[in-house]
Structure formats: C-alpha cells, structure tokens
C-alpha cells in the first residue's frame, strides 16, 4: 500500500527521560517509542517495504547514565492532529519517568540544535571550595586534552572547541557542573568526557569503591547557534 | 552474612547508591524495573506479597508465556501483589557481592525476603544452580528445613517439577500442573490462616498439602533399596496424598488470559505478543515430555483468541503476534483463526508468526498467511533420518511429507531450510545416523530440481541435531542414555556423512545433555550436589559459558552420587521411579506400552484419529477429542 501525502507531515515531541530510565539505550529508546506512538492510536505514517515501521526521528541521542529534560522526537503522521490531543494521548500511553512535555509542527531541523547544556552533580570524596577550584582550572585550561577510546586503539583528543563553557561550583556537599557542550552530529561531546577529565586531572571520584562515589548528568537546554533556545 | 537491614533499602538505594554501579555493568536496564504495564499496589492493602523468580536473565524470563500469565492472574486479586525477580547476570552478581547487595523485585524494588511467597519457575534442568544461586543473594538458607518460620515460602511450579525430586529438598512447596487456580488457593489459605492467627509454616504446609496440585516434599520419606533404587515414599501422616495429581485447567475458554502486558525496555528474546491457542498435543512422539505431561488437549475458540490479540494489541502495540501450542498446525480451527485475525492485523501492520510447523500438515495457503516475508528462513523437525527409527519414536512423518513441504517452503521464496533431529534415540544405529545426511541431501535436491527461474536464491539447509534425552513421564522414561563417549561418536560419525557444503551441520557439547539427564531423572539424592555447586557459585549455566562440566563430575564425585546410575542405565521396569509421586493423568501403563510398541516399531495413531486410552481424560476437562 503506497501511502500518498502532499508534504512529509511532522509532528515534533519534546520529552524527558530521567530516574530509571537513564539506564535505557537509545536503542531500546527507539523500540519502546515504536511501541508507544501505536499504542497512542495517532494517525502513524508508515515505512513502506516488507517491515513497516512508524517513522520517529530523534535529536542528538543521549547515552546511557544521562537523564534529560531537553529530548526531542519527530513523528511521521499522515494527517494533521491537534497538539494537546497528541501530547495527551502520547503521555496516556508512558510512564513517569518518559513524559512528553510538548508537541508543536516544527519549523526548524534537528541539524540546527548547535550546543547542549548539561548539570551535573559529582558526588567524591573530598568535594571542597577548594576542589571546586581545581576543577574549574581543568575546565578553563588552555588544552582540554583526554583519551578517547577508538576502533583503532586510543588517540588523545582536545576537547576544548567542543566545549562553550563549563564552570563548577561546591554546593550542598558536592561538586556542581554546568557546562554547554557541541550537539553538532559531526562533533557531538559526550559529557561523560567532562567527569573524565576531572576524574584523570583532579582526582575526583576516585575510590575504588563503587557505591561510595557517584555522579549524575541532566541535559536541561539545547541552543541554536546564536544561543537562543532550540525548539 | 549480610546483616537483615541490609536487605530492605529497597529502591531507595537503587536510587541513590547503585547508579555507580549500574554504570559499570552490561545491560543496566534489566535491573531497573519501571516497565510499563507493570502492576503497583500500595503496600498497605495487600496481605500477601509474591515474587515470580525467575532463574535466568531478565531477557529470557520477560518472554515467558507461564510467568506473563500468572502475574496477571494473582495480580486481579485486590490483595495479592505479584512482582517479578530475574537472576542478575554474572557481573552484576559479583557487584551484589561485593557490595552486599540484595537481589531485588522489580516492581518495588523490595529485597526478596520482605515477601510472603517467592515462587520458581523451573523451565528447564540447566537453571536448578541458578534458582539456587537466587536464594543465596536472597540472603536464605537453601534448605527448606534450615530456613527460618519467619522467611518466605518458597515454592517450585513449571515444567521441571514432573520430577521434582533432586530440587525438592530445597522448597517448602511444589506447585503440579497448571497453577492459575492453585496458586490463588494457596495465597488464600495463607491469608487466612494469617488472619485467624492459625499461621505456623507447618500448620500451613499440612493445610496446603490437601490441595489438589500441591506437593509438600517435607511430608514425605524416602527408602531405598540396597542397589541403590528406591523402596517407596512413605507419607508422614495419613491424610498426606500418596501421589500429587497435577492440575489443569478445564475450560481453556474461560481461563484468564492477560489484557495488558509488562513492556519491557530493553530488548527480550521473544518480544512480541503470544496467543497461546490450545494446551496439550494430539501427537503422542515417544521422546516428548510435554506431549504427555500437558494432556489432555483442551482448545480456545477462535473468537476468543480473536479477542484477546486485538485486546493485547491495543495495550502493547507490539507489531507482531506469535501463535504458540505443542503443534500449531494441529489446531482445529486453524484456518478460521488465520482469517479472523488477518481482518485487522494487515491494516494495522501486525505480522503473524507460528513457530512449530508440522511438515505433514504445511501448505502453501498457510504460509502466505503468516510472516513468511520477514525471514527467509523455515523450520521443519523430521527428528529422525530413517523412517524406521521415525516410527520408533512415533513421530508419524514420511520422508515424502519433508519434500512437499520444502517445496512449498522453496517456491514460496525461503531458502534457508532448518533441520531438526536427535541423535541417541532408542534402537539408533550407524545407519540412522547416515539418514539423516542422506534425508539433508534430498532437500538439497529438490532445490536444483525446480526450474531455475523458480528457485529462491542460495539454497542453504542447517542440519541442527540435539542428543536424546530419556524424560521422566514418557515412553522412553525407563531408557539408558547414550554414554558421552557414544553420543560424540555419533556426531563425528554425522560430521563425515555430510559432505555437500550446502549443508550446515550444528551440534551441541554432549556434555549437557549427559547432566541434563542426570538433573531430569535424579532422586532426593543430588541435592547436596547441587548445594555444592551453588556454594561454589555455578550459576545460568543455561549459557554455554557458564557451564562447566568438570566441576558437575568433581561435585558428584565428593557427594559420592554415581553418575551412570541416572543416566546410562536402564530404569527397570518394576522399579519405583522418582516421578512415581507425581500423577500426569497418563497412566503408566500407557507408557509402558508405547514403550513396547516403540521396540516393535509400530506406530500409534493422533488423537484426532483415534484414542489409545492414555488416561488423561479422568482429568476431565473440556476437551476436544478425549472420548
């Protein structure tokens, strides 16, 4: 069956993806998505071939051990809905840890959400104004240099034009990160990179044992390229 | 030892403390929980909290059609809470280890000894370590007479317990049968005995004892004989039953069925949803425990089952539904059940599976129904390479019937052909062995016989063979296995016989099948086995990784348990078996003379066409061909 639409018709979905669900893959995201837009009983645009899918696009994939508030999806739809009825039907059909906080028909692609911006919270052993301090000076170093581990071994990599700013704080006993990081698909930062950083120049959570130390990530906000609000 | 406190942070301290941890492990997302569709209650109404546990991976115990429907049915009852418990994966055992961290249910992240019940399902020899392994992270004694009066009841259900001798010394009770009714009577007599202030563990278990489908394996004694076999099992008082007949469910029509599914996050091996069509088989093939252990056959109305996938499609949105029983193709009404579900499943996208094709009954109209363009790939299961060892077993395929349907199969686009046989059947010979090769290369050559603008692309047929092994309830339930030595041989002997590279030839270590034996026939006997190879932390040895034969052959050896006494002798045919407890329905005189029959090689007939008086129709129920 050849589905016919004079445009490819889009609806956009903000959602978040916290607590529990930060363990979830983006993978698996996908496929547990795939199962709530059928559920949600929206009118759905299909793939076409021998495996018909709905069609979802996602912006800027989260991995995992990250939370956020800032998570987007496209939906393929074969008729204009009215917005509050597809975000009521889409939240009917989720938990409370997957919300969909908006849906809006885009004006703007994913290729224009430029920088990232995470919170994050370091809880180490030692956090102090005066740790604090060091990390900020890792932050604001010159060269922000790390290992990264490729298919073809390890390469040390400057982090640093991929990084719009980062500043950490000592607050409620712990070490606080913001940081505004590139979400461009060419040079897209994982934040994990950040805490690595910190961890290799500032000996931050370093203890061996695991449930001692830990550290959450939140992606609050996404920016177009002159740092107005993606949407 | 974990101190008691420990166990009952629950999921605040997956919250909080664990994230370190769940970072450092394969799959986090199989412990966390959170599924939708996934059952909360609110602690203080409920009077009874039970676990399914599962022993193996989250990914294979969210496919499992028995566990999916007993949490829907406990879980309708307003003051039971049924949650579910998966065995950690090997890294995350160590971690729990490490830390001290007590395994938990998923639904309220509570540790496993906060609960009332914690019920097993033994689906198979190869988890009876890793159940096990569960109650030690559980913090509980392996024992049932070492654990405390306060601690949960443990119970065993699933297919396993049709011999729950070697695993029965470490449950308080053991569930026979089908358990939807059971297992709310056994909850019910809990709550009230509770609730009166009758309550003691052995008060409740002498109760329970009375209840039909129930095993108390406490109340029992067991004698042996001086060779070694058993003299009798003596119940400890006189209203204790001599033998346990299992349950079934009668009306398969009426029984519950689950609305709504658990959706699990990460990706399971069968995700997708399962209309279970009917219990039981018709068929009757000597070497199959389920074939006799689920009769007698009791079918759903196609309108029923019409309902309940369009129900379970609209609450899962899954884009797939698989048609599962014994023998798909035996359903009776198959046909009106195929087009009553295709009405809606072409508009909405939803693809129909059915995994178990009878080669006798294949046709081409079937195949175009279901999902035959996703996979290029098809499934026939001749189990023997000779007629004369096919009519030995009774599986009742002719070699004519494999073509035909690899025909169909061909024209119809698949090209991947899969094979199913057993090696070590009884009466096997060398020559048996060589026909199932010769049989390989027919259905290579009816490839190349068809026109050559008909063929399917690159012809390619998997021969996968498995070893035989003798189940307890069967005809071939008295039989000596193949020795390792033997079954090795025989699958050498195959490798040579297949010479065309069109043919892909796939076995198994023998060495699982020898303890899977050993596990599937044992008595009281191996439990201090297993308790050694829990204590020394064997567990999921369901994955080829984990299973480690020379630590089973060391812990037998120091348990002073003989091997070959279980698995390469011949059961005599007077003997007093472990199973003789347990009461399938099927008599053991049927058994025996299938058995005789097999040695005969004469078959017997379906039982659509006509009863052998097996004797599962005392167990009454609506069935569809029991006189």
């Known amino acids: 069956m050849v589905q016919v639409t004079p445009e490819k018709l889009f609806i956009r979905i903000k959602f978040r993806k916290t607590g529990r669900l930060q363990y979830i893959s983006h993978l698996d995201l996908v496929r547990t998505m795939n199962k709530i837009v059928v559920r949600s009983g929206l009118p759905l645009w299909y793939t076409e071939g021998f495996n018909p899918k709905p069609k979802m696009v996602f912006a800027a994939p989260l991995s995992i051990g990250t939370e956020s508030h800032f998570e987007f999806m496209d939906l393929r739809l074969t008729e204009r809905v009215d917005t509050d009825l597809a975000l009521e039907r889409l939240n009917a059909n989720m938990t409370d840890e997957l919300v969909c906080t908006e849906a809006y028909y885009p004006e703007s692609p994913f290729t224009a959400l430029r920088w990232l911006k995470y919170e994050m919270e370091l809880v180490t052993s030692g956090a102090s104004e005066e740790l604090a301090g060091k990390c900020n000076e890792a932050?604001?170093?010159?060269?922000?240099?790390?290992?990264?581990?490729?298919?073809?071994?390890?390469t040390v990599v400057d982090i640093k034009p991929l990084v719009h700013s980062a500043t950490a704080r000592f607050e409620d006993g712990k070490i606080k990160i913001s940081a505004i990081l590139s979400a461009d698909p060419s040079s897209f930062l994982n934040p994990e990179y950040v805490v690595k950083l910190l961890r290799e120049r500032c000996n931050v959570l370093s203890s061996s044992d695991l449930t001692s130390e830990h550290y959450s990530i939140l992606r609050t906000e996404g920016y177009f390229f002159d740092m107005t609000l993606f949407r | 030892m974990l101190a008691p406190s420990v166990y009952l942070k629950g999921l605040e301290m997956l919250e909080k403390n664990?994230?370190?941890?769940?970072?450092?492990?394969?799959?986090?997302?199989?412990?966390?929980?959170?599924?939708?569709?996934?059952?909360?209650?609110?602690?203080?109404e409920v009077k009874c909290r039970f676990a399914f546990c599962f022993p193996d991976t989250y990914e294979i115990g969210m496919s499992n059609l028995g566990v999916r429907i007993l949490y829907d049915v406990l879980n309708r009852e307003k003051d039971i809470w049924c949650e579910r418990v998966y065995a950690p994966w090997t890294d995350m055992r160590?971690?729990?280890?490490?830390?001290?961290?007590?395994?938990?249910?998923?639904?309220?992240?509570?540790?496993?000894?906060?609960?009332?019940?914690?019920?097993?399902?033994?689906?198979?020899?190869?988890?009876?370590?890793?159940?096990?392994?569960?109650?030690?992270?559980?913090?509980?004694?392996?024992?049932?007479?070492?654990?405390?009066?306060?601690?949960?009841?443990?119970?065993?259900?699933?297919?396993?317990?049709?011999?729950?001798?070697?695993?029965?010394?470490?449950?308080?009770?053991?569930?026979?049968?089908?358990?939807?009714?059971?297992?709310?009577?056994?909850?019910?007599?809990?709550?009230?005995?509770?609730?009166?202030?009758?309550?003691?563990?052995?008060?409740?278990?002498?109760?329970?004892?009375?209840?039909?489908?129930?095993?108390?394996?406490?109340?029992?004694?067991?004698?042996?004989?001086?060779?070694?076999?058993?003299?009798?099992?003596?119940?400890?008082?006189?209203?204790?039953?001599?033998?346990?007949?299992?349950?079934?469910?009668?009306?398969?029509?009426?029984?519950?069925?689950?609305?709504?599914l658990v959706m699990p996050y990460i990706e399971t091996v069968h995700d997708r949803i399962v209309l279970e069509v009917y219990r039981g088989c018709i068929r009757g093939c000597r070497f199959c425990q389920a074939g006799m252990v689920y009769r007698p056959i009791r079918e759903k109305s196609p309108e029923v089952l019409c309902k309940q996938a369009r129900c379970l499609f609209d609450n899962t949105g899954y884009d797939e539904i698989s048609l599962i029983s014994l023998s798909i193709s035996d359903y009776s009404e198959l046909p009106r059940l195929t087009d009553s579900l295709l009405e809606w499943t072409d508009e909405k996208r939803v693809s129909l599976s059915l995994p178990s094709l009878r080669i006798d009954s294949f046709s081409e109209e079937l195949m175009q129904k279901v999902s035959s363009v996703r996979t290029g790939g098809i499934t026939f299961a001749p189990e023997a390479g000779t007629q004369r060892l096919r009519d030995v077993i009774n599986k009742n395929v002719t070699e004519e019937d494999l073509l035909r349907s690899v025909n169909i199969a061909y024209r119809g686009?698949?090209?991947?052909?899969?094979?199913?046989?057993?090696?070590?059947?009884?009466?096997?010979?060398?020559?048996?062995?060589?026909?199932?090769?010769?049989?390989?290369?027919?259905?290579?050559?009816?490839?190349?016989?068809?026109?050559?603008?008909?063929?399917?692309?690159?012809?390619?047929?998997?021969?996968?063979?498995?070893?035989?092994?003798?189940?307890?309830?069967?005809?071939?339930?008295?039989?000596?296995?193949?020795?390792?030595?033997?079954l090795m041989n025989k699958q050498e002997h195959l490798k040579n016989a297949i010479t065309d590279r069109r043919i892909r030839y796939t076995y198994h270590d023998a060495k699982v099948s020898v303890i899977e034996a050993l596990l599937a026939r044992g008595d009281r006997r191996l439990a201090p086995v297993l308790e050694l190879l829990t204590n020394e932390g064997v567990t999921l040895e369901a994955w080829d990784e984990n299973f480690d034969y020379d630590k089973w052959v060391s812990a037998l050896d120091r348990a002073g348990v003989d091997m070959s006494f279980y698995t390469t002798r011949g059961f005599g045919l007077d003997e007093v078996l472990p199973w003789d407890i347990i009461d399938i329905g099927v008599t053991k005189a049927y058994l025996r003379r299938e058995r005789d029959k097999a040695y005969e090689g004469k078959t017997t007939p379906s039982c659509a066409e006509q009863c052998s008086g097996c004797g599962a129709n005392k167990l009454g129920g609506k069935n569809k061909w029991c006189r």
């Not at chain 2, 199989?30 to 609110?42: L, M, P």
Request: with cysteine; hydrophobic share 35%.
């Open chain 2, 18 to 44: 664990m994230s370190s941890v769940l970072k450092s492990v394969s799959k986090p997302g199989r412990y966390v929980g959170g599924e939708y569709n996934s059952v909360k209650k609110n602690k203080d």
């Open chain 2, 413 to 486: 686009g698949k090209s991947n052909i899969k094979l199913y046989f057993m090696n070590g059947l009884p009466t096997e010979t060398l020559e048996d062995i060589e026909g199932i090769a010769e049989l390989a290369k027919r259905v290579v050559g009816q490839y190349f016989r068809m026109p050559k603008e008909e063929r399917p692309k690159g012809v390619g047929v998997t021969v996968s063979v498995s070893c035989f092994v003798p189940k307890p309830h069967t005809p071939f339930q008295w039989e000596a296995q193949d020795s390792y030595e033997m």
């Open chain 1, 139 to 154: 932050l604001a170093s010159e060269k922000m240099e790390i290992l990264k581990k490729t298919k073809s071994g390890e």
């Open chain 2, 94 to 260: 160590e971690k729990m280890q490490e830390y001290s961290i007590p395994l938990t249910a998923q639904e309220s992240g509570d540790a496993m000894k906060a609960f009332d019940m914690l019920a097993f399902s033994l689906q198979y020899e190869m988890c009876y370590t890793t159940a096990l392994g569960m109650l030690r992270l559980a913090g509980l004694k392996l024992y049932a007479s070492e654990r405390e009066e306060c601690d949960p009841v443990v119970i065993a259900g699933g297919p396993c317990v049709y011999n729950p001798e070697p695993f029965a010394e470490f449950f308080d009770l053991i569930n026979v049968g089908e358990g939807e009714e059971v297992l709310v009577e056994i909850c019910r007599l809990y709550i009230e005995m509770k609730e009166n202030g009758s309550y003691t563990k052995s008060a409740f278990l002498r109760r329970a004892s009375q209840i039909e489908g129930v095993y108390i394996p406490s109340l029992y004694e067991v004698e042996y004989n001086a060779d070694g076999t058993i003299k009798e099992y003596k119940p400890k008082y006189p209203d204790t039953p001599k033998k346990i007949r299992k349950r079934i469910i009668e009306d398969m029509d009426k029984a519950p069925y689950p609305e709504k």
